[in-house]
């Protein structure tokens, strides 16, 4: 419990040094804190000028992690992403030049402009922690976080991700705009000199090392599940693959995403046990991007979220 404690100390200090800089969006930093607990990846959905960016750079500055960002567009190679071998004229050896992918958290900008040949340079470095280059493997730092962006409106020119990228993302969020008070609140401190370039001259301060956040990470493991809660994340993946308006259900990699997800998301609160009100809080963000509705589902205006709202509804909760 007294890790618990901590975990959970810990990540209200972020959370409020974070909100020095973005006003609002409570459940995407959360969300984001899942991940990195939890060793998984996010993809959050929104359209320009929603504080994308600054949010991930925001997180990476909270605890002292190496940022780096790629901007996706159509003429993006592979070896753009994680690097090549260079052959050195005064050694006459080849060294690896590292690509943006040797980070701690890599923002994946609009990753929908690129072409599915450079999407999939990502694979093996969300599932394995590591990347091939000419036959042989580097590992990756760690901990390592890749968040990837894209826009829900703007479609021409774009790349759909496949569902097989789709699945190595433990979360997709969606941003909303904000209230009316959160808009205000933002016009006001921007008003009074914020500047989304100068985190430090905000007042944020680094609360937490990387080495924290994997101590933590490694907490989550021992969080408890009961029996009851193993059967209620079973029940709501296997529930998706008999609705009636849903033509490929969630992968048992679902199943297993949502229920790390929420024993994170327990640590975070500060448990060490999982209750049905973690796995009904995770299940909208782990299960989004991983169901395809049918074509005339889809044509009578049924969306993911609500198809999902029904079924966490519905699925009996455990005592």
Do not use: W
């Amino acid at each position: 419990m007294a890790e618990a404690d901590a975990a959970r100390a810990l990540c209200d200090q972020i959370r409020g040094e974070i909100g020095k800089i973005i006003v609002g969006q409570t459940e995407a930093i959360e969300g984001l804190l899942v991940a990195l607990l939890s060793g998984g990846h996010v993809l959050i959905e929104g359209v320009p000028g929603m504080a994308k960016t600054l949010l991930v750079r925001a997180l990476a500055y909270c605890i002292d992690a190496e940022f780096r960002r790629i901007q996706f567009t159509p003429d993006l190679m592979p070896s753009d992403v994680v690097g090549t071998n260079v052959f050195s004229m005064p050694t006459s050896k080849f060294h690896l030049k590292k690509g943006p992918i040797f980070t701690n958290i890599l923002l994946a900008d609009e990753i929908n402009r690129t072409p599915p040949k450079t999407q999939s340079s990502l694979l093996e470095s969300m599932e394995e922690r590591q990347v091939t280059i000419d036959g042989v493997s580097h590992a990756l730092s760690d901990p390592f976080l890749v968040v990837a962006t894209q826009n829900p409106i703007e479609y021409e020119g774009t790349y759909p991700l496949p569902e097989a990228q789709l699945d190595r993302f433990q979360q997709k969020i969606v941003l909303d705009y904000p209230s009316e008070d959160e808009e205000r609140e933002i016009l006001i401190r921007h008003h009074t000199g914020f500047s989304p370039r100068e985190l430090a001259g905000a007042g944020m301060v680094k609360v937490a090392t990387t080495k924290e956040m994997v101590k933590h990470r490694k907490a989550v493991e021992d969080v408890v599940v009961s029996d009851g809660v193993i059967g209620y994340v079973e029940t709501i993946i296997r529930a998706t693959r008999r609705d009636s308006n849903v033509s490929l259900g969630a992968s048992p990699r679902a199943g297993v995403s949502l229920l790390i997800a929420a024993k994170a998301l327990a640590l975070l609160r500060g448990r060490d046990f999982v209750t049905p009100d973690d796995v009904k809080t995770m299940a909208l963000p782990v299960l989004r991007h991983r169901i395809l509705l049918l074509p005339e589902a889809e044509l009578e205006g049924v969306d993911a979220n609500g198809v999902l709202g029904v079924i966490v509804e519905t699925v009996p909760v455990p005592r």
